[in-house]
């Protein structure tokens, strides 16, 4: 019996707010770097530790052929209302373990989902989702990829 979900996608262009594009960078980072300081100092969560052989600070943004909806499981970590900016509103983080499965090779990954309620700055189609993950060499924009996900996970 498969214990897992595969959930499939194509890699598409983000807004180059969590890290991509310096033209869209607050204070000279980007918002992913901005939210890992945060978490570090604050003791929620390193993501230096999570990935010992280092991240991109930003987000892979993920297009999914299915139905997929990431508020829909069980989440590893949870912060509620969290004020990472001075200057923005407080935002709920949702934080799951997850691997990327890209030509035929497996990347520890996080399922990044900020609250919907929470976000106010940006908004993605429903079926993209972004995922924060160890380097993955060659990966580009209409790539195709596979999330694979726990089905313990899973709320039925």
Same mark, same amino acid.
Request: one cysteine or more; aromatic letters at 12%.
């Given at each position: 019996?498969?214990?897992?979900?595969?959930?499939?996608?194509?890699?598409?262009?983000?807004?180059?707010?969590?890290?991509?594009?310096?033209?869209?960078?607050?204070?000279?980072?980007?918002?992913?770097?901005?939210?890992?300081?945060?978490?570090?100092?604050?003791?929620?969560?390193?993501?230096?530790?999570?990935? /010992? !052989?280092?991240?991109?600070?930003?987000?892979?943004?993920?297009? #999914?052929?299915?139905? +997929?909806?990431?508020? &829909?499981? *069980?989440?590893?970590?949870?912060?509620?209302?969290?004020?990472?900016? /001075? !200057?923005?509103?407080?935002?709920?983080?949702?934080?799951?373990? #997850?691997?990327?499965? +890209?030509?035929?090779? &497996?990347? *520890?990954?996080?399922?990044?989902?900020?609250?919907?309620?929470?976000?106010? !700055?940006?908004?993605?189609?429903?079926?993209?989702?972004?995922?924060?993950?160890?380097?993955?060499?060659?990966?580009?924009?209409?790539?195709?990829?596979?999330?694979?996900?726990?089905?313990?996970?899973?709320?039925?």
């Amino acid at each position: 019996m498969c214990n897992k979900l595969l959930v499939d996608g194509i890699v598409v262009q983000g807004y180059g707010l969590a890290g991509a594009d310096p033209n869209n960078k607050r204070d000279g980072l980007g918002c992913i770097e901005m939210q890992a300081r945060y978490f570090k100092r604050e003791g929620l969560f390193d993501f230096d530790h999570y990935f /010992p !052989n280092g991240w991109k600070s930003a987000t892979l943004n993920v297009k #999914v052929d299915s139905a +997929f909806d990431p508020l &829909k499981i *069980r989440h590893d970590y949870t912060f509620h209302k969290i004020q990472w900016n /001075p !200057n923005d509103t407080a935002e709920t983080f949702y934080m799951t373990d #997850v691997e990327i499965c +890209f030509e035929h090779k &497996k990347y *520890r990954a996080i399922l990044y989902v900020i609250d919907p309620e929470t976000k106010q !700055n940006c908004y993605h189609h429903p079926q993209t989702i972004e995922i924060i993950a160890e380097p993955i060499p060659n990966i580009q924009h209409g790539d195709r990829l596979t999330l694979i996900i726990d089905t313990k996970k899973l709320r039925l």
